[in-house]
């Protein structure tokens, strides 16, 4: 159990916060959460991150598949391919298959990965296990469960090595269970495959590269979003808790943070206004928030043309749910600029509405049946199925054997969008995308076009590979005119560049 500001860690060694982690006494925080009092996790005013680390990044992942866009800026923030990253698999089983680890890292361009893991806290304590390490510009936590990295490495000189990175201004970052052990404060820490618990008596601290914060992941794929709040923010005031999910990360630099990846983030205890009926404020990639002030910095659509006002006025006749309602998402350069949903009722668990209720996509549907694959008799088998429903790291797509057509949302869309056809970072997005895509010129502009029915009917996918930008509208009434919401997002869009 936690016993002033030291945690007592399995094997009984100890590691003293106010000498490791930092700014953030656990004696206050405890002390905060039996009293009720709110404590400001605040730093001296010398400037010094609240947060965040003084030095280096710190890279929160919410699990799932992953883009290359993270593993290529976590690359970047360690130095480059050359540079030396550790992997540590320790969370995801007592048995380790080393021959894998690394993959995704080296695949997006690591030439130097090197496996750190042990189950045997002696050997996590031992000067020459921890030298292998010693000039590390990275270290990654792989998923599982985090309540084997605390088994394994709470409070020896191996946790000590990996602050180590920070201090030389390298990058520690994790998914999964390799997120949650970021903050200082643990959930879902049981010692169990039971992660339901979220708060454990014995494993309620985190290594805390994010002070005074408590980090989940899977939030939206799993159905976690009320979690946060239910179990934890609710009762503690003072802790700032942030979430992702699955293919979505937190680049952190001093207190402030970058929403990279695929599909959303979100802030509990923040001090902006939250999401309505919700105890939380969404974030999308492009996003910047600043962790210590628990502010928004600036979102990704500033100063895009594409205003709050300007896509409610787009939208106005969906307000009416009899509409059938409608879902849209416009990104450009991996930034999501706008996503919103309209006429959609509040699903369950606060799911956000731009990922269900699902909507026919119509002709839409042979986009992605391109990518099914049918055996030598025509016929299509689950296992093509959930090939096409891993591109991109999609959620809810769900299809129809018998009919050949898809269900699905805009969000789902725009992850197969990215796994399909857009390249890495940075490079020229030159794929031909299969029928019923057309490519045409829209103006100056290269364009690709697809629509769930015939004349613009019922959903719209319009491409702009030169500006690789992307708009996306989903009706629930498969006879409305999807196409011309959607030009007038792009002509927005690309009238303000």
Do not use: C
């Given at each position: 159990m936690i016993v002033g500001t030291r945690h007592l860690f399995p094997g009984g060694a100890t590691h003293t916060l106010s000498r490791h982690l930092g700014l953030l006494s656990l004696a206050t925080a405890l002390a905060s959460a039996c009293s009720g009092r709110s404590v400001d996790p605040s730093a001296p005013g010398d400037g010094s991150p609240r947060v965040g680390p003084a030095r280096g990044s710190v890279v929160v992942v919410g699990g799932g598949a992953q883009g290359p866009e993270i593993f290529a800026r976590f690359i970047e923030l360690a130095g480059g391919p050359d540079a030396l990253i550790a992997e540590v698999p320790t969370a995801g089983s007592d048995s380790v298959d080393v021959s894998t680890v690394g993959r995704g890292l080296r695949a997006a361009g690591a030439r130097n990965v090197v496996v750190f893991h042990t189950t045997n806290r002696a050997v996590a304590d031992a000067d020459t296990f921890v030298a292998k390490i010693a000039n590390a510009r990275g270290v990654w936590f792989g998923g599982g469960r985090h309540y084997r990295l605390v088994n394994s490495y709470g409070g020896t000189k191996s946790q000590r090595a990996f602050e180590a990175v920070l201090a030389r201004g390298g990058v520690v970052g994790g998914s999964s269970a390799g997120a949650s052990i970021l903050g200082s404060y643990l959930v879902r820490?049981?010692?169990?495959?039971?992660?339901?618990?979220?708060?454990?008596?014995?494993?309620?601290?985190?290594?805390?590269?994010?002070?005074?914060?408590?980090?989940?992941?899977?939030?939206?794929?799993?159905?976690?979003?009320?979690?946060?709040?239910?179990?934890?923010?609710?009762?503690?005031?003072?802790?700032?808790?942030?979430?992702?999910?699955?293919?979505?990360?937190?680049?952190?630099?001093?207190?402030?943070?970058?929403?990279?990846?695929?599909?959303?983030?979100?802030?509990?205890?923040?001090?902006?206004?939250?999401?309505?009926?919700?105890?939380?404020?969404?974030?999308?990639?492009?996003?910047?928030?600043?962790?210590?002030?628990?502010?928004?910095?600036?979102?990704?659509?500033?100063?895009?043309?594409?205003?709050?006002?300007?896509?409610?006025?787009?939208f106005a006749a969906y307000r009416d749910p009899v509409r059938g309602g409608a879902t849209v998402l416009v990104a450009r350069d991996g930034k999501v600029l706008v996503n919103r949903a309209f006429g959609v009722p509040v699903q369950a668990r606060f799911t956000p509405e731009t990922g269900a209720p699902l909507m026919a996509l119509g002709a839409l549907s042979q986009v992605l049946n391109s990518a099914?694959?049918?055996?030598?008799?025509?016929?299509?088998?689950?296992?093509?199925?959930?090939?096409?429903?891993?591109?991109?790291?999609?959620?809810?797509?769900?299809?129809?054997?018998?009919?050949?057509?898809?269900?699905?949302?805009?969000?789902?869309?725009?992850?197969?969008?990215?796994?399909?056809?857009?390249?890495?970072?940075?490079?020229?997005?030159?794929?031909?995308?299969?029928?019923?895509?057309?490519?045409?010129?829209?103006?100056?502009?290269?364009?690709?076009?697809?629509?769930?029915?015939?004349?613009?009917?019922?959903?719209?996918?319009?491409?702009?590979?030169?500006?690789?930008?992307?708009?996306?509208?989903?009706?629930?009434?498969?006879?409305?005119?999807?196409?011309?919401?959607?030009?007038?997002?792009?002509?927005?869009?690309?009238?303000?560049r």
């Open positions: 820490g049981a010692p169990s495959n039971d992660n339901r618990i979220m708060n454990h008596p014995q494993y309620l601290e985190g290594f805390g590269y994010l002070r005074g914060t408590a980090i989940d992941q899977h939030v939206v794929a799993r159905e976690r979003l009320p979690d946060l709040h239910d179990s934890v923010t609710s009762r503690r005031p003072d802790l700032l808790a942030i979430s992702e999910d699955e293919g979505t990360a937190w680049v952190v630099r001093g207190d402030t943070a970058e929403v990279i990846g695929r599909n959303k983030a979100f802030v509990y205890n923040g001090r902006d206004t939250n999401d309505t009926g919700r105890p939380f404020l969404t974030l999308h990639p492009g996003d910047r928030y600043n962790l210590g002030a628990r502010r928004i910095m600036s979102r990704a659509g500033d100063g895009t043309g594409l205003s709050a006002a300007f896509v409610d006025s787009v099914l694959g049918p055996d030598s008799a025509g016929t299509v088998p689950p296992s093509a199925v959930r090939r096409v429903q891993a591109i991109g790291g999609t959620q809810r797509l769900q299809f129809s054997a018998a009919t050949r057509l898809w269900v699905g949302n805009v969000d789902d869309l725009y992850r197969f969008d990215l796994g399909r056809f857009v390249v890495r970072p940075g490079a020229a997005d030159t794929v031909t995308p299969p029928a019923p895509f057309v490519i045409d010129q829209w103006g100056a502009t290269a364009r690709q076009r697809a629509f769930a029915g015939a004349s613009g009917t019922g959903g719209a996918w319009l491409r702009f590979p030169q500006q690789r930008a992307v708009v996306l509208v989903l009706l629930g009434d498969a006879s409305a005119n999807a196409q011309v919401p959607a030009e007038l997002l792009a002509r927005r869009l690309l009238d303000a």
